[in-house]
């Protein structure tokens, strides 16, 4: 909270566009209560985007795979392409060897990008991390998602009986 005091300066934004994942559960969860609260405070309008297509629109490509490593070893990828860029395929958490099998795009981009290339043999990998200032690559669509997490997989905690 301080980080966003020191950003805004004493301004009040008009909006509140978040990252609603995929992540670590509690990380995605925290991020966007943060965001709730702020939007409540301030009357501002709340809105999400993934990190996974903050990535993609970020790539320029035309085709592009993003892949961010996950807990447990896996990874989560979802397939992008178009003009405007969107979705092609439903994101997903999976193993390395699966994942392999499940990108279509010859450029994947992100943190396990060049895991992902490792393991497919082929294409080109370009590390990355999503950053906030790309959001405005994003088309109108991707950028106005309701403001809850988005996960590749069920969660790991399981309800007391």
Do not use: N
Not at 66 to 88: M, S, T, V, W
Not at 89 to 102: G, H, Q
């Amino acid at each position: 909270m301080p980080l966003i005091a020191a950003l805004l300066d004493g301004r009040r934004p008009d909006a509140i566009l978040v990252d609603c994942g995929p992540g670590s559960f509690t990380g995605v969860r925290v991020g966007i209560a943060a965001a709730q609260g702020l939007a409540i405070g301030w009357g501002a309008p709340l809105a999400g985007y993934s990190s996974l297509a903050l990535l993609a629109a970020a790539s320029g490509a035309d085709a592009v795979t993003a892949a961010l490593h996950a807990g447990h070893g896996e990874i989560f990828l979802q397939d992008y392409g178009g003009d405007p860029i969107g979705p092609r395929t439903e994101l997903r958490s999976l193993p390395p060897e699966a994942a392999a099998v499940a990108a279509r795009a010859p450029l994947v981009v992100g943190s396990a990008a060049a895991d992902l290339v490792a393991a497919r043999g082929w294409g080109e990998a370009r590390p990355a991390l999503p950053r906030a200032a790309d959001a405005g690559l994003l088309p109108p669509d991707l950028r106005a998602l309701p403001p809850r997490p988005l996960y590749g997989r069920a969660p790991d905690a399981k309800p007391m009986r």
